[in-house]
């Protein structure tokens, strides 16, 4: 900060310097009688001349002044906004404030970030249309619903090789979670997703499809309405499990073959473009039909907004100073920086600490029990359970019911468990954040703690559950995932109860 001020004050000095030479010249000219006559008239006129070339020079002088002066606050304001710097090495977590604390969890998640080298290749392999547009349907559900079917657009933009993607809008549900909404009662995404780090990690793995947040970024668009509408499974006949295409090979041959039976694409060129309204899909393209690399890589293309990683950040420390026992990691609160090994790839162990706490997700609330799902007796008494076999004393609970919640609170403690949620963690300031954030909001915040559990137990019937289960099984020690007699998927991290054969995994993103 000290350069520029420095800088500064030289630029001054030498606006000062410019001007001082013409000081006896204007006060020669205007000492002047009006009588002078010839001699009068020459002296003005070099006076004009030189006052025109000092102009020019001193506001090519100011312009640069300028410059390093927005620099100097720009560099004060960056020097505000930017965390806690990281822990020097040697630290011990006892030397760690809880601004280094957050800092950390916000820099570097357990789940890893964003490899780019996979999601390029891709890209880089596909043919691209000039002027095809991509614009999907607005996705609806709560986040893991939310994030696979973006995914799904997203997936299908690609591949189609459309040079523009419009993001799809989200449908805001009611406060009883039964009514979905739709495009007339409908929000942008950065409602529940951190969209500017979506569109700086988009160009940096797709530069050639432009990504955009609205239609009227688009010059000469015609209307939804008069736009081919697609159902993507429907171009060809493909082997389907439920919504799921089982191998989607030959997805773009069977397009460039519908596209050629409808003569809007005839014409179809940058100056031309052509929309193609992408009809809502969930859990249909089959992520095993890419590298296990590019399946990791993709889906960290989203992250929750700033609010609630935040939120969720404070929750897990003030989790530690309650249990006065890590939660977190050394592996991500001690680490120096990002690095190459921070990418989803690259991951080591040991980004989860062994003996936390368990993470269960009860998924009993009032959409869940409108549509008949198995209620409490089929989700509590498994969490329990696992908390007892894993000798975790200590249950971080997300659930939308409060009454389901304090029940499971007195059967836990029956069994000698302690049952905290993100409520109980948070201070006066900080519970009042949450309680100005929706439903949805909220839920983000649970889903980024129960990240860092050591076990986590989810239901079979929700996206959210599966979502945390498949995310956390890119970790090392996840090992091989399997199905057992009361688990439709457990891994050595993780664990989803109950059976139900209509659940396709594969078609989730992790």
Known sequence: MLLPRRISAFLTQKVVNVYRPYQPLVQDVWSVGVGAGMNSQFKRERLRLHLRRLFILTAALLCVLAVFTVYTRSDRLHFTLSPSPSPSPGSSRSNISKDQFVSAILREPVEGLLDPGPIRKKCNETKFQEGLVWHCAAVNGGIGNVVNMWLNCVRYAMEAGATTMILPRLS?????????????????????????????SWKQVCPQIRAVASDAEVPNLAPIAASPHLSPSGVKSFNMRKYLIVDPTGWREAFDAWM????????????????????????????????????????????????????????????????ASPVVSDAIVLSPGISPSSKVNSLGP?????????????????????????GYEAQAPFYIAEAKRLNLTTIFLATGSPEHRDRFRADAANEGLDVVTKEDLLDEEELAELQNLTWDQQALVDYDVLMYSTSFYGFVRSSFSWSLALRRGTLPEAGTSRTTKEDEYRDNLSAVSGRYGSINPEGLWP
């Open 172 to 200: 805001a549900r009611s406060d009883n979670l039964i009514d979905l909404g739709d495009e007339n009662r409908s929000v942008e995404l950065s409602y529940l997703l951190d969209l500017p780090y979506f569109f700086e």
């Open 260 to 323: 050629a039976k409808n003569e809007v694409f005839t014409t179809m060129s940058a100056e031309k473009p052509v929309r193609v309204w992408q009809n809502l899909v969930l859990a249909q393209w089959n992520r095993e039909a890419h590298p296990l690399e590019f399946a990791h890589s993709f889906p960290r293309l989203f992250r929750h907004i700033p609010e609630t990683r935040r939120l969720a950040a404070l929750v897990l420390w003030n989790l530690e100073k309650k249990l």
């Open 350 to 374: 040991h980004r989860l600490v062994a003996n936390g706490f368990l993470g269960a997700h009860m998924r009993v609330a009032a959409d869940a029990a409108a549509a008949g799902w198995p």
